[in-house]
């Protein structure tokens, strides 16, 4: 396996984000993939680039690192590793500082490092409210920027979670029970939010797997009832008009991604 | 403000991760940000062009374009906007091809979109075990990967949160309760699992604001109450040898790699 290291100066994350989606461009390849974060220092990269020499020397191939590193004095350091050296940001810098008409200020861990208080608050407001909007505990609605709607174990919580964590957006979510589902129209309590709401669904034989582990041979566990619940959500859904979205082949990433975009939410990540 | 669009053929969260983290160098230059997810057909390609080359000519300035769409077609429709390109992908295409001895195989939306039951699984095994491990409501820490501790509001839950969904990890959290803080002692609790445990502290004046905003004018948001409470919390960790860090100007991403660092727990994002 080739060895691969995410290097940054902050967390890593930016380093390992584009590392990977490279990465997974090239199927069948087995890489070895580690994460050095908080390279902020001449003895920190001396000290990396002779982990990853070792690493490349073990395997006999030489390792590769996608570098966010900006210090071009730490950079070299890490060139002494002898790995391929992909530097993420430095190809982009130049055509950058041209047309915006200003050098650049490189600042060691800035880029996921000190976030102003406002932010922050955003962001955990945001997941105090996913989580005590979490199941329609609290059916307090009116401040929620949209309300995740499907079957129990459709993948709602995590999604409203990583949506007010990364887009501090404040997502409550509602779990449609058996009872919900024999009505076969919305939910009072959801009627006054018609615009706010999202449709999760699931693969009926998926969603037994899920349950099953969860309450094992339970009768909410049987396939008979998973089918009958996705098949009425999914009436639901489209009798009311109600965008949805099947998570079965989906990543938590793309939900949100989808979820935003269908409603028209735009925000930043965090 | 110039106009920024992160383009992507999936989520466009790595066109928006290393996009942010190149325009946070060039501090006092405003952009106006616009992520474009999913283009994946000439049509949508071409729509975001147009939309593209609108927001220039409304604030007569160049637009740019951080791109992760690995289609060339779809790259020279987009190019038709007149924006300045910032392929992400492309300067490192060649090197990778290069040194793996193989062509990369482009698949749209690859990198942030279908992912395998068992990563999915994790995460999803990780948020619930957060959850209902969340301020010592749950005890059961054997199965535990670490255990953060600290006062009420000191940034426990969102971290624990952020560590399941990226890194699936199962992640518990203690409150140290004024009680607990009397006894000058480990908790009884977190006795048999030392080596999980993490600290977490925050300056007291920020922690009387969070407070203050929770419970407005109780005893539990006083500058006194959160200075004794922090005081004795600090002292505990020095006391019993438990790592820790402040959260008061650290961003989430920040404490979660700092934590998984220092307790030596090595996992991939997802």
Do not use: W
Request: glycine share 6%; proline share 5%.
């Amino acid at each position: 396996m080739r060895p691969v290291f995410y290097v940054s100066d902050g967390t890593g994350i930016t380093a390992e984000t584009i590392g990977h989606s490279l990465l997974t461009q090239f199927e069948g390849v087995e890489f070895d993939t580690r994460r050095i974060p908080f390279v902020d220092s001449l003895d920190k990269a001396r000290a990396a680039a002779r982990t990853i020499r070792e690493a490349g020397e073990r395997v006999g191939k030489q390792p590769i690192i996608v570098n966010t590193v900006v210090d071009s004095q730490l950079i070299e350091a890490l060139a002494e590793s002898g790995a391929l050296m992909l530097d993420v940001f430095t190809p982009f810098i130049q055509p950058l500082e041209k047309i915006l008409g200003v050098k650049r200020q490189p600042r060691v861990g800035h880029a996921h490092g000190m976030v102003d208080f406002a932010a922050y608050e955003r962001r955990i407001d945001a997941t105090n409210y996913a989580l005590s909007h979490d199941d329609g505990i609290d059916v307090h609605y009116d401040d929620a920027d949209l309300i995740l709607v499907g079957v129990s174990r459709s993948g709602k919580t995590p999604t409203c979670l990583y949506m007010a964590l990364h887009y501090g957006v404040r997502a409550a979510n509602y779990p449609l029970t058996p009872d919900d589902l024999e009505e076969s129209e919305l939910p009072k309590r959801l009627r006054p939010h018609r615009k706010k709401l999202f449709g999760l669904t699931i693969d009926p034989v998926r969603l037994q797997q899920i349950r099953q582990e969860r309450k094992p041979d339970s009768r909410y566990a049987t396939l008979e009832q998973c089918r009958r619940e996705v098949a009425a959500a999914e009436r639901l859904f489209r009798q009311e008009g109600i965008p949805a979205l099947s998570t079965t082949h989906t990543s938590i990433e793309e939900i949100a991604s989808k979820v935003l975009a269908s409603l028209g939410i735009h925000r930043h990540m965090f």
